[in-house]
């Protein structure tokens, strides 16, 4: 299903993440996978057919949406529970707490910045007791949720987990043509870090996928239940051939 690039990626996910591979192999892997897709010629090139209506338009339209911290996430290609290829297009000034959330994820993740420039920085858990000198270390006191999908929809349930205390481990930034992976377990946060619009091809991948992620804020209560609104396919082709648009201008 699919047109010539559809198929070649597909074939490229699968001859080098499927199978057992352990965490740090898969992670290297997946790594190597969205650096080739990403190049700007090739992702343009799979872009632009699948705005075209070639793949799943339908299927990819009800698991893309507007993501609350700030980005459009278009799914490109889902082979179900092993590989998620999506296109992450990050908006200057949109989504005010998404700077604001660290979060890790269900699998293992990859991704390469295509155009623009992502900055990142990187979180562990601290086990000092709330209320204690933050600027003595640079730690951040937080309210801690695990985020899971509610039942019947395809929403974001977050449970309250409690207070928390994190140390920032890493700075980072990513310039066009670069990329990383990181564990599923990894806590950080990302936003764009220039004025104009930043895209990344964002690979998740793996069968063993966690039943919740943990998500931080220090911005405050969040609400228990975030509709995730997905696209319509209308929607969906045309956000996709405006990417294309703008991959072309780059």
């Given amino acids: 299903m699919g047109g010539r690039q559809v198929l070649a990626a597909r ?3 699968t001859e080098t993440l499927d199978g057992e591979l352990p965490e740090h192999e898969r992670m290297a892997a997946a790594r190597s996978v969205v650096a080739e897709l990403g190049s700007p010629d090739r992702l343009l090139e799979l872009i632009a057919e699948l705005a075209s209506g070639e793949g799943d338009p339908h299927g990819c339209a009800r698991l893309s949406y ?10 490109l290609i889902d082979d179900g529970p092993r590989h998620m290829l999506r296109a ?3 908006h200057p000034g949109r989504g005010a707490i998404g700077k604001e959330d660290i979060h890790n994820h ?6 390469s910045v295509v155009r623009g420039r992502l900055a990142m920085e990187l979180y562990a858990p601290r086990g000092d007791v709330r209320g204690a000198d ?3 270390d640079g730690g951040i006191e937080a309210d801690r949720y695990q985020e899971s999908l509610a039942d019947g929809s395809a929403d974001w349930l977050l449970e309250p987990a409690g207070p928390a205390r994190l140390r920032l481990t890493q700075v ?7 990329s990383y992976a990181l564990p599923a377990h990894t806590l950080h946060r990302a936003w764009c870090d220039t004025a ?11 069968n063993e996928r966690r039943r919740h992620t943990d998500v931080f804020t220090a911005a405050g209560p969040h609400p228990g239940t975030v509709p995730k609104v997905p696209l319509d396919v209308d929607d969906y082709l045309g956000e996709l051939d405006a990417l294309a648009e703008l991959l072309r201008s780059s």
């Fill in 106 to 111: 269900r699998s293992p993740l990859a991704s």
């Fill in 196 to 206: 104009e619009p930043t895209v990344t091809l964002f690979l998740e991948t793996g």
């Fill in 11 to 13: 074939q490229l996910l």
């Fill in 172 to 178: 980072a930034e990513y310039a066009a043509g670069s």
């Fill in 88 to 90: 992450h297009l990050w």
């Fill in 66 to 75: 507007r993501h609350v911290l700030g980005f459009d996430k278009l799914l």
């Fill in 134 to 136: 933050t600027t003595i």
